[in-house]
């Protein structure tokens, strides 16, 4: 894992110092509210309904125990017990007191850990798929370039005043875990004559338009991301719409202008910048993918799949559903699902996280990595170890066997806690998925993505969920729009629109009658996102709004 | 009142609050400025609002020893882009100024993007306000081995005369 440089320590605590300077005038009444909401906002610190909320920055998904243990010890502190992992990688903090916030950015810098540009009109933290390093589909490992791409936007001196937000995210292997499509440039690792490089799409985004991003370079030589990053941003932070902030996304700008003239402009500026200053070095390649070597693996040989499956029905699932294969012989890459009921989804008490630092400690080198569907992973567990770290899971709550099933339902945080949501989500999650508990049911019903925002900017991910749900208002009543058939894999699908949205308590059965619908239709081996594309809407829309003619 | 700041000379990145000057500068906007008939001998400099294209007019502002940029607001990040090309793409080497709404704690980003001279509210320099320049020691665009690739070239490289690595700008 990367450790900070002396420079990268100096500067999270001169933020921290800065920003604790920023409150300070912002209390004295020397700094108006509209500069400071400006200044707060780039270090990750909503107001919110009941508290100000704090986002942590965890880039490309990456924490070490310590690291887990200081937002354990945060989280008591500071909070109620509890942080809640958001689908950008990132824990938020829902209860810190504004006057504690310096305190608490001190305590994160003396871990390597910040809240910069979690938040705010600038270039946010990077993402990355979360098994980078041990995917046995990879190409190359994608975090060197995160960790190259974190350092060059952070307080970028030209990008930090941006029309709007600004995310990017990177992939290094062919099945897409990085959603890289609906980010504002993704970027995958591609080879070409044996040199690997990127290729680059721009312009996707969800939120109040969700639109697929364009691929606008399909061949990027690797020395020149930054350079080519920087012509991107600069393109886009002098054309883009500061007149509405609904229209100021990168994703509207290349719309207007359309794909090709927009990788135009891209093109003639990077020629202005290539070969210079930040054009990346194979010295610093070199030294950025050491920062990333494997761990001390040791040479075993694969477990047999039968001692592994020898106990009972739980633990069977568990490995079935919950452990992936892994790169090296003898390793295997654990998921822990942080979508059991009765906890809000992606949520996680201080005592789990301890729990979970030790268990990274003892089992996985001492390394955690946050997905963007809200769960945790120990990414290097010997075969051998999987049962009793499986015990040592079961007994906390964190052996739920379903990821990627229908109860690991990704869900923002909702009008339970958030200012800008029309609705609340969290409920009905719980209520989606109380309704999938047995695993035989969970089983057959197979893969499928439920994603849910309680407003339109959907940090639910409703656009890409096999179905979407999004909350909306009418006239004070909280509804929920239901859409189905989106796809945040590589083969990126939006979700469309059902019909009429349902009021809360009838979303569960809409959603059953969905599942049921697939049921019906699916041909032997076929999944939910696979059944919808070859039977269509017309289906789902007939179940989802039975006795009405379709 | 609208002080001027600048870094008190060519070969220091430092500035002295003493060296804050009074200002009342008149600045000719670019629709006045394209009039004038000899534009290098403009007895005013000209102000750019950010919608303007620098690559089209750039030309014609070549033999100013002053292009000030305006920030209509203090969110608007169009400046930093024009500040950057100027410096880097046309090796633009005299003054860059910021107008408008400048405020100190964007100062130090103003500055590595290549503005070298500041025009602001007397109201901002405050004691507890210049305070916040003071945050920063180095660029963040920074290197991890000992070759100079992934260095940050927003830290006035386009000047050689300011290139003193990791400098800021000191009140």
Request: glycine letters at 6%.
């Amino acid at each position: 894992m990367y450790q900070y440089s002396e420079s990268d320590q100096t500067l999270i605590e001169e933020r921290a110092a800065q920003f604790k300077n920023q409150t300070r005038r912002f209390l004295d009444g020397d700094m108006e509210s509209e500069e400071f909401q400006q200044h707060r906002l780039r270090n990750g610190l909503y107001m919110q309904k009941l508290a100000p909320m704090l986002r942590v920055a965890i880039p490309y998904g990456m924490l070490s125990s310590n690291q887990l243990r200081k937002l354990a010890y945060i989280s008591e502190k500071y909070d109620q017990g509890y942080g809640h992992l958001t689908t950008r990688q990132n824990m938020q903090f829902n209860w810190p007191k504004l006057e504690q916030v310096p305190e608490i950015l001190e305590q994160l810098s003396s871990v390597q850990m910040h809240a910069i540009q979690t938040s705010g009109s600038c270039i946010r933290n990077v993402t990355a798929d979360q098994f980078a390093g041990v995917a046995g589909d990879e190409l190359e490992d994608p975090r060197p370039w995160a960790e190259m791409i974190r350092q060059w936007s952070t307080l970028h001196p030209e990008f930090n005043w941006l029309p709007r937000k600004f995310k990017i995210a990177v992939s290094g292997s062919d099945h897409d875990r990085a959603a890289v499509k609906v980010h504002d440039i993704g970027l995958k690792l591609v080879t070409k004559q044996n040199t690997t490089g990127f290729q680059v799409w721009v312009g996707g985004g969800l939120g109040r338009t969700p639109i697929i991003a364009s691929e606008i370079k399909p061949f990027l030589d690797k020395e020149h991301l930054l350079t080519y990053l920087t012509a991107v941003l600069r393109v886009y932070n002098r054309l883009g719409r500061r007149d509405n902030k609904y229209k100021a996304r990168i994703k509207i700008l290349v719309k207007a202008l359309g794909p090709e003239t927009f990788a135009d402009r891209v093109e003639a500026e990077w020629l202005t910048l290539k070969d210079g200053p930040d054009t990346i070095s194979q010295v610093d390649i070199d030294q950025f993918k050491r920062c990333f070597s494997h761990p001390n693996y040791l040479n075993l040989k694969n477990e047999p799949t039968k001692t592994l499956a020898s106990t009972d029905a739980e633990s069977r699932a568990w490995l079935d559903h919950n452990v992936l294969p892994h790169q090296k012989t003898g390793y295997a890459i654990v998921n822990i699902s942080l979508k059991n009921l009765g906890a809000a989804p992606g949520d996680i008490t201080s005592e789990q996280m301890n729990l979970v630092a030790e268990l990274a400690d003892d089992y996985s080198f001492g390394e955690i990595r946050v997905t963007h569907e809200q769960n945790l992973v120990l990414a290097d567990v010997r075969q051998s170890e999987l049962l009793n770290l499986w015990q040592k899971l079961e007994k906390a709550d964190l052996a739920t066997a379903n990821l990627g099933l229908i109860s690991d339902v990704i869900c923002c945080p909702g009008g339970d806690f958030c200012s800008l949501a029309n609705a609340r989500s969290i409920p009905v999650a719980e209520a989606i998925q109380s309704q999938y508990q047995k695993i035989q049911e969970v089983v057959d019903i197979g893969a499928v993505d439920i994603n849910i925002s309680g407003c339109m900017n959907a940090c639910g991910h409703h656009h890409v969920g096999n179905i979407g749900v999004l909350g909306v208002d009418k006239k004070g009543q909280e509804f929920y729009q239901v859409s189905v058939g989106g796809n945040a894999s590589e083969q990126t699908q939006l979700a469309r629109i059902l019909g009429p949205a349902f009021p809360a308590e009838e979303i569960p059965q809409a959603v059953d009658r969905l599942v049921q619908c697939y049921r019906q239709y699916r041909l032997p081996q076929e999944s939910f996102i696979q059944t919808f594309n070859r039977v269509g809407i017309e289906a789902f829309k007939v179940a989802a709004y039975p006795g009405i003619a379709a | 009142m609208k002080k001027l700041i600048r870094p008190e000379s060519l070969t220091s990145s430092t500035v002295m609050i003493s060296a804050a000057e009074q200002t009342s500068q008149t600045y000719l906007t670019l629709s006045d400025y394209l009039k004038l008939e000899e534009t290098a001998l403009s007895k005013y400099p000209v102000l750019l609002e950010p919608d303007v294209d620098i690559d089209d007019i750039y030309q014609q502002l070549k033999p100013l020893s002053l292009i000030a940029l305006n920030f209509p607001s203090f969110y608007d990040g169009r400046p930093y882009s024009t500040a950057a090309i100027l410096r880097q793409r046309y090796n633009y080497q005299a003054d860059i100024r910021a107008v408008g709404a400048v405020r100190v704690d964007q100062l130090n980003q103003m500055y590595r993007c290549g503005f070298s001279s500041f025009e602001i509210s007397d109201d901002q320099l405050t004691d507890t306000r210049t305070a916040a320049l003071q945050f920063f020691s180095s660029g963040q665009q920074n290197k991890i081995s000992d070759e100079p690739a992934l260095a940050n070239h927003y830290q006035q490289p386009w000047s050689k005369a300011w290139a003193e690595p990791n400098s800021m700008i000191r009140l």
